[in-house]
DNA sequence: GCCCGTGACTCAGAAATATTCCA
DNA sequence: GTGGAATATTTCTGAGTCACGGG
């Protein structure tokens, strides 16, 4: 690298930790003062002190950047049979991590690999992106085998496993504490095919199924406590009404030393907004910074008791934007609560539950609407699916960014949506001439037996067309994957005649083999 | 008893990689 | 049939949730 448009010599350490701020050049990283004064923070501790390297404003790491870049070129240029080579001799040294002989199960392993130094990336404005993770050995990890299993071998000679353990009330394989956030752990777990996992998955599924039977009580009971005159009771209430109703994260309270988001219990007086007669506002940053923002229509006496729940607080003290809107209960509490109406319930149960009984209504409702449903084409049956996952994907706030390549490919799109109405107003004029002709020119059946079809063409490129821009920044997976019962999925699949393998991939089919076989009939 | 930190698990979008599609 | 762009899948690891245990 240049210092002052110099070379510099550096250490194999001192350039691991330039190439990890090099590599990210092209990053939104690089304008955030935070990641830039922790970088440098981290970067001179690493140089030492009396290093030549005194501020980052005058290191040039582009020589590094373009190296990397010329390795990542001439690894994409490798023959078809090199590369295919190479994936051969990887695969086989890593056959022997992917799986674990649980219980005299063979399992997958999901990820055994340890996390290998880099510079930390938090989400949003997280005030400790940009500090080195530091590279993780042996002897800082805890791993968890059977008691008569052989010690796993590692490649560094001269260490030791942190601990050996032989604990069997978890499903963890090894963990490590994280470098950037040493009050946090790193797990190495089984693959979510495995048999713990499958376990935890069914049970979340039947507990949000066990709220259908609870939750006509539930809202009764939040609808009494809205007129309250005990603040907590009325705070209460209408926290769960918004549970219900959008299905909010619980939101515990947050450090300092993480980014500055809020959920359903942190909510705070500027992320709401009362817009008489009856709508409420919310704008604010969610899990992994994601915002939301969505007006809804409530009932009467929740906005009237959100009006003054962001004006005054339980004592009566006038309350600030920064103040929070609940300010007589948090997450635990709210948890708490929710014990004593249904065993174990818990706030994220009504988010799994919203998203299921979303899915099952929105598929049945078009079931219903239409005479010989199953009859539809798969393609069809299809694009409803992807609507009803869409509507819970929006309902559960999935967003992801824009794809870098849309607006190219949209443009490409419609360049051929026009074309193809061009040809389509050329057949026109053709078809009547030929009725015109009178039997004389072409055949005016053949041009309008061609025209349908391209009526039909243009129809369904324009569904598509449409459906992409509206799923531009609607992330389907993790609805998919997280929330939505698979047997409502696979039971639909069963009714309508629509192979599974068409709504779920490779993993989710393995991911949900426990759901199989239920019957076709099954409802949420 | 309660509260608060800790531990262990699920859930999240971006990035990397694999596959498919189309000129 | 081919190559590269578009799209789908997989990997990665950060960011939540929530129960529990110990002081």
Redo the contacts with the bound molecule.
Sequence with gaps: MLYDGRPVELTAEQEEVASMFAIMKE?DYMKKPTFLKNFWEGFKEVLGRSHVIKGLDKCDFSPIYDHLMAERDKKKALTKEEKAAI?VQKDAAEAKYKHALVDGRQEQVG?F?V??P?L?????E?PKMGKI?QRVYPRDITINIGRDAPIPEHPYPGQRWKEVRH?NT???LA?WR?T?NP?E?K?V?LGATSSF?AE?DLL?YEKARKLKDYIDDIRKNYKRDWGSSDVRRKQMGVAVYFLDKLAL????E?DDD??D?V?CCTLKVENVECVPPNHIKFDFL?????RYENTVDVEVPVYKAVEAFTKVDARGKRKGLRDMVFDTFD??DL?KELKALMDGL????FR?YNASITLDRLLAEMEEAEDAYAGKTVDAKKADYDRANKEVAIL??????VPK?HE??MA?VTE?LNAMREEIKALEEEHEAALRAKGKGKNPDAIASKLSKKMTALERAELQAAV?EDLKTV?L??SKI??MDPRITIAWCKRNEVPIEKVF???LLNKFHWAMDVESGFRF
């Excluded at 994260?249 to 515990?252: K, L, P």
């Excluded at 559960?396 to 960014?401: E, G, I, K, P, S």
């Design positions: 990053t994936k990820n690999r996390e290998p880099s930390f990336r938090g989400r949003g997280h993770k604990d978890v499903t963890w963990y994280d950037v009050k752990y797990y777990w996992k935890s979340k994260r619980a939101g515990h947050k993480e980014a988001t959920g969610g899990k992994d910074s994601i997450a635990t948890n818990s706030v994220k149960v799994t559960c706030n999935h967003q992801r960014a390549t190219t490919s490409k051929k992409k992330a997976g993790t997280n929330y991939n490779k993993s």
